[in-house]
Each structure stands twice: as structure tokens, then as C-alpha cells.
């Protein structure tokens, strides 16, 4: 197919990456092998070099992987992308790649749990500094600012906080002080929000969730927007080997291609889920993108396509009430892990985020009663149904 890049997300997520693919096989097949021949000597020392391109080893490229490569970068408006084995993978080699010894980081403090304590532990033992900023807020990134901070990298929706913070507004601060600004887009996917198309220079996401959808595959994937960082990154990624494997590659990109079908019902499912939470005598408070009450409402309508399917909310009653509500559940099911077809509750101050101290998850609005929900594509009845059962089953607290 000519041109993917004229088309609509709806058509790329079906057809991206699956040009060009040998004895005309309509989805790019598994190349299940390590290494590659060479046709001659001569042919090897080519490829080495990079006189010629083509394919080496496995861990350096292989065709399926790059057959699914080329759909993220598609979606993403991006240059190239590099897939890695798990979305921890595609964040250590982005950080890797950026930085050295002495450098600084600016992070947003509503962040994937294990994205705080990689900075916090693996980076600062090779003297990465780092300062955890609320990014919704464009003072205090500018505060953070010193002479050696070479990156922002921002979580938009936060995670589980989903705080929103502007990708352009911020961009318009790492492109006037030459910073790269890394954007995490697992909470939305490419089909709500494309950070490249509005300033920023790196783009990740956790395979694992949106993308692959299906809650089967761990993987992760890096997107640039030029060919030097590509080059740079694919330096890094196959010294450090966190890469994607084949079989993994494969099933992500089967997982594409209805990936523009599933948001739609995401999104759809979420917004009747929130509204009805909000309205619900024993919730607290409820944070979704698409409710009025959101914070940086305006923020999300502007730079994301619909408001994706992740909700934060709080029940009357703090983290007893929490336990007991998640415990009388019986079609959301209790486990971590976002973004596929089931839905899916957990309790971040326990689960995802306990890996950072209390005090730390209070300054980024983690109480210990939040609970976080991925609504599924289930029937929205069925979930609205579930959740007022296990609420109704609360009242003798
Ligand atoms: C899950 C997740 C990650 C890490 O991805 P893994 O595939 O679990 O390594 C990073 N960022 C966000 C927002 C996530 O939800």
C-alpha cells in the first residue's frame, strides 16, 4: 500500500507496517530466528559496517519486529520507533540514551510507580538527579530548571492521579532551554493523543496496555521524530538488549489493528462509568478527563481526541471501604495492568505505587483510599451494574 500516511488513524490501524512483506502474506509472519545469513563474506562486512542495510542478529533487528516498528511510528507521526521488551525496557533505554552522569531530570510526580523509583534508584546510582514536579502546573516545571537538566519527562494522564499537564505549553519551555521533553502516552494511545504533532521530541509507551490490548504480551516501544535520535537510540537498545522478540511483536501488531474500535468503546463505557460514580451517594470524588469537575478539563480538550478509559475515585470511607468494595466485586475483576479488554480495579497505595513511601505518594495525590478503574469494552450495563452491587453491599460500614 502507497501513502499510509494519508490516511485516516481508523485505516492505519489496520494496514500500518504490513506493506512490503515477503511471498505476499497479508500480516507480516514470524521470523522465529536469532541470526541472519550472509550471502558472502563480503555481504557480511557490508551489513557490519552499514554500507548496506539488512538484517544481523535478532537482538540488533528482525523483520517481523520491524514490520511492527513501522505501525507505531505510522500512528504516532513519528520517524521510526523502537520496540523493547517490557515498557520498564523502552523507559531505561530512553533514559540511558539521554543521559550521563551529573545530568538532571525533571518528572512528573504523578508517574507510573516504577518509572519514580527506576529514577530513584538505578539512575541516581550513576548519578542522574532528579526533582518530581507537578508538570500540570508550568511554574514549578520552571522552577525546577537547572544548568544541567537535560530532560522533562511527563506522564499525561498521570498515573493513577490522571492529572493532565500541556504537552504544547511545555514544549514551548524544553524547546527555548534545548531540553528533550519525553512524553508517556500508554493512559491514551496514538488514537486520542499524538504528542509528536504538538512539540514533543520522544514519545513511549507501555506495549502491555492499549497497544497490545488483549492482556497477553509485555512489551514497551520508543518513538523519535528524527533520524539521529533513532540512530542514537538503536545504539543504546542494543547494547543494553531490552529488546521486543518476535512472537511478542506479532501479537502487538494483531492487537493494532483494533485498536481504534476498542478506544471508541473505551471512551464510550468511561464516560457513562464516571458520570454515574459522580452521581453515586458513597463516592468521594471522581477524576476522569471527561467530567467538568477535572481540573485541567480544558487541558484534555484541547490536546486529546476523547477522554480514554482510565477513572481514579475515592469512596466514602477511606481504605477499609475501599478494600471491602473491591473484595464484593464480581465482574471487574481485582488485578493491576490497564488498557485491555476487561476491566480491571486496584488499589495503587498497596499495589502499583507501593513501591513508593507514603510520604512520597501523598505529594502526588495518592491517598491511601484512591482506587484506580480500566473500563473495559464489556457492556456498560453490566459494569454499572457490578460496581452498584458491591456499593450497595457497603452500607453497613
Ligand atoms: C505499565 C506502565 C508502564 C510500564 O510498562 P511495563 O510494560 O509494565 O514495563 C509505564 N508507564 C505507564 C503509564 C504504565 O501504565
Known amino acids: 500500500m502507497k501513502n499510509i500516511n494519508k490516511f485516516s488513524d481508523e485505516t492505519k490501524t489496520v494496514h500500518a507496517g504490513c506493506s512490503n512483506i515477503s511471498e505476499g502474506s497479508v500480516v507480516p509472519p514470524i521470523y522465529q530466528t536469532s541470526t541472519f545469513k550472509f550471502q558472502s563474506a563480503d555481504h557480511g562486512a557490508r551489513l557490519f559496517s552499514g554500507k548496506e542495510q539488512g538484517y544481523i542478529y535478532t537482538r540488533m533487528l528482525n523483520p517481523t519486529v520491524k514490520a511492527f516498528e513501522d505501525a507505531v511510528a505510522v500512528l504516532e507521526n513519528g520517524h521510526k520507533s523502537l520496540a523493547c521488551g517490557s515498557g520498564m525496557a ?12 551529573g545530568d538532571h531530570v525533571i518528572c512528573s510526580e504523578a508517574v507510573y ?48 492521579t490522571l ?50 490490548g488483549h492482556a497477553d504480551v509485555v512489551g514497551g516501544i520508543v518513538v523519535v521524530n528524527n533520524e539521529d535520535d533513532y540512530q542514537l537510540f538503536r545504539k543504546t537498545l542494543n547494547q543494553i538488549g531490552g529488546v521486543q ?58 490536546q486529546m481526541k476523547d477522554s480514554g478509559g482510565m477513572i481514579a475515585f475515592e469512596i466514602e ?29 486496584q488499589h495503587p497505595a498497596s499495589m502499583t ?36 452491587n458491591a456499593l450497595s453491599s457497603m452500607h453497613f460500614i
Open 90 to 101: 523502552a523507559i531505561h533505554t530512553i533514559f540511558a540514551t539521554l543521559l550521563q552522569s
Open 113 to 160: 510507580g516504577p518509572t519514580n523509583t527506576l529514577l530513584n534508584t538505578v539512575m541516581a546510582k550513576f548519578g542522574v538527579e532528579v526533582d518530581f514536579v507537578d508538570t500540570s502546573n508550568l511554574n514549578a516545571i520552571m522552577h525546577a530548571f537547572r544548568d544541567n537538566t537535560k530532560v522533562v519527562y511527563i506522564e499525561t494522564p498521570g498515573n493513577p
Open 163 to 212: 492529572v493532565i499537564s500541556d504537552i504544547e505549553k511545555i514544549s514551548a519551555i524544553t524547546k527555548a532551554k534545548d531540553v528533550k521533553l519525553v512524553v508517556d502516552n500508554t493512559f491514551l494511545s496514538p488514537i486520542l493523543q499524538k504528542p509528536l504533532d504538538i512539540g514533543a521530541d520522544i514519545v513511549m509507551h507501555s506495549l502491555t496496555k492499549y497497544l497490545n
Open 245 to 302: 522478540d518476535p512472537f511478542n511483536s506479532f501479537l502487538v501488531h494483531r492487537g493494532l489493528k483494533t485498536l481504534s474500535l476498542r478506544i471508541e468503546r473505551h471512551c464510550h463505557n468511561a464516560m457513562i462509568v464516571a458520570t454515574f460514580l459522580e452521581n453515586h451517594k458513597n463516592i468521594k470524588w471522581v477524576r476522569y478527563p471527561g467530567l467538568k469537575s477535572h481540573p485541567q478539563h480544558n487541558i484534555a480538550k484541547k
Open 317 to 345: 470511607g477511606g481504605l477499609r471501604a475501599g478494600e471491602i468494595f473491591m473484595d464484593n466485586l464480581n465482574l471487574c475483576q481485582l488485578a493491576v495492568s490497564l488498557g485491555g479488554v476487561e476491566t480491571l480495579i
Open 353 to 388: 505505587h507501593a513501591s513508593m513511601s507514603q510520604k512520597q505518594r501523598l505529594k502526588s495525590n495518592i491517598t491511601d483510599g484512591l482506587v484506580r478503574l480500566s473500563v473495559g469494552i464489556e457492556n456498560v450495563d453490566d459494569i454499572i451494574n457490578d460496581l452498584e
